[in-house]
């Protein structure tokens, strides 16, 4: 026997949508993610945008994390009813509530120069506990990084652990954007996609490079706007 999977407390009655993995990618378009079709569908649900801060983000992804976020902030802030939360990591976690104004966030990238390492874990707990403390029920997480995380183990058993403490596919959904052209960071990423082995699928990933001639925040722009 496996051992048991730990559970998130959580706040909200379970949901009484029941939909299978294999139904919601249906209504998916082929290479598209929750995140940009919740976007562009305008649903009043609680979003999280997990913005990798780690050392490696300086420079070249720094700047273009900065342009495609930008990009669908004022968006995001108008349709999140209690406002976006916004959460920086390297190997610490600073987090930001209830932003209804896009140049907090714009100003975010230019007071929080990128430092430190990658704890992508810590990161994503500090989004679940705010999942299931509210009493919506309804999340969306955005993140966006460029490189392998601390503890790839880690990474899993937290997603594993949100996964096993909903009732449907529809009460949350992690979307990763690859920024840069790492390789490690690209095939653990589609194992997270692909293999993870979750009790619900609630992990879908756009990987730019796999667009190609697309910068990423070209990619961003296409995504919400088709």
């Given amino acids: 026997m496996g051992c048991q999977i730990s559970r998130y407390k959580r706040n909200y009655p379970p949901s009484e949508v029941r939909t299978s993995s294999s139904q919601v990618k249906q209504k998916l378009r082929d290479g598209d993610c929750k995140f940009f079709t919740q976007a562009r569908a305008k649903l009043a649900r609680d979003y999280i945008l997990v913005i990798d801060h780690s050392g490696s ?16 902030a004022s968006s995001i802030c108008d349709f999140d009813p209690d406002g976006v ?10 987090k930001f ?15 929080h120069s990128p430092y430190g390492s990658t704890d ?9 506990q705010e999942h299931f403390a509210s009493k919506r029920g309804a999340s969306t997480v955005l993140v966006i990084t460029d490189g392998a995380p601390d503890s790839q183990d880690d990474v899993e058993s937290v997603i594993k652990k949100a996964a096993a403490s909903i009732t ?3 009460e949350l959904s992690i979307s990763f954007v690859q ?7 690209r ?7 692909d293999e993870l082995n979750a009790k619900f699928d609630i992990v879908d990933v756009v990987v730019p490079s796999d667009f190609q001639e697309m910068s990423f925040a070209d990619v961003i722009k296409k995504s919400l706007s088709d």
Avoid at 57 to 72: I, Q, R, S, T, Y
Wanted: no cysteine; hydrophobic share 55%.
């Fill in 57 to 72: 983000m300086m420079g070249e992804n720094w700047a273009a994390a900065e342009e495609a976020v930008e990009f669908f």
């Fill in 85 to 94: 939360s916004v959460i920086l990591f390297d190997h610490d976690v600073l």
């Fill in 97 to 111: 509530e209830n932003v209804r104004d896009p140049e907090f966030i714009k100003n975010l990238f230019m007071s």
């Fill in 120 to 128: 992508l874990a810590k990161a994503l707990d500090v989004a679940f």
């Fill in 168 to 170: 449907s596919d529809e």
């Fill in 179 to 185: 920024i840069g052209r790492d390789a490690d960071a």
């Fill in 187 to 193: 095939t653990f990423l589609k194992f997270l996609d």
